[in-house]
Nanobody, 113 residues
């Protein structure tokens, strides 16, 4: 069992930045990768980024990221971050962290002037 909590969302102007955090607790020793997904209003949930929690973490991104987001891990296996820059209105969504089959409750990112 893994408990997942996202944080860091909020209202930001176009072109701004936010850093989202994903905190995992419980059976974290078995975690090998963490994913960020997002769901915009009226849209299906879509994958954003993945990072492997190995000695050499390998990030992978959806095409729409276009170099604007960076996924990274903290010192342990229990924290993963999503640094988002050059935000666009179309990035508005609830962002979810997915860990070993468990979802968090999501954090809302609203990009608006």
């Amino acid at each position: 069992q893994v408990h997942v909590v996202e944080s860091g969302g909020g209202l930001v102007q176009p072109g701004g930045s936010l850093r989202l955090s994903c905190a995992a607790s419980g059976s974290i020793s078995s975690i090998v990768l963490v994913e960020w997904h997002r769901q915009a209003p009226g849209q299906q949930r879509e994958w954003v980024a993945t990072i492997t929690l190995t000695s050499s973490p390998r990030p992978n991104y959806a095409d729409f990221v276009e170099g604007r987001f960076t996924i990274s891990r903290g010192n342990g296996k229990n924290m993963v971050y999503l640094q988002m820059t050059s935000l666009k209105p179309e990035d508005t969504a609830v962002y979810y962290c997915y860990v070993n089959g468990f979802w968090g409750q999501g954090t809302l990112v609203n990009v608006s002037s």
